[in-house]
């Protein structure tokens, strides 16, 4: 098992930027993708962004594409996601997530994730 706690969030506006950690201790955390998360008010919780465990590979969803940028180190056991250019659409809880069942890809499926961190909440007003 992994644990993941994530770091970062806060209330910005409009047009600024944020980047969230998310720090992994446990289980090898090179050897499992891990994905970003955001749930709104009321909606449910949806994959914005994702990495294999080598980071050869990434996954956006399209409304963060060419804005958000995920990355990972892990020397460090951190994954990051770097928010540019943020909306008032961002504005929710953000959860990162690890699947370590399939480390080279990225699923885009919620339940293919095992371990969640509690998660941290981003507000961006306008």
């Known amino acids: 098992q992994v644990q993941l706690v994530e770091s970062g969030g806060g209330l910005v506006q409009a047009g600024d930027s944020l980047r969230l950690s998310c720090a992994a201790s446990g289980r090898t955390f090179s050897v499992c993708a891990t994905g970003w998360f955001r749930q709104a008010p009321g909606k449910e919780r949806d994959i914005v962004a994702g990495i294999s465990a080598t980071g050869s590979r990434t996954y956006y969803a399209d409304s963060v594409e060419g804005r958000f940028t995920i990355a990972r180190d892990n020397a460090k056991n951190t994954v990051y996601l770097q928010m540019n250019s943020l909306k008032p659409d961002d504005t929710g809880f953000y959860y990162c997530?690890?699947?370590?069942?399939?480390?080279?890809?990225?699923?885009?499926?919620?339940?293919?994730?095992?371990?969640w961190g509690q998660g941290t909440q981003v507000t961006v007003s306008s």
């Open positions: 997530a690890t699947d370590c069942s399939r480390p080279f890809s990225v699923s885009t499926r919620i339940d293919a994730f095992a371990s």
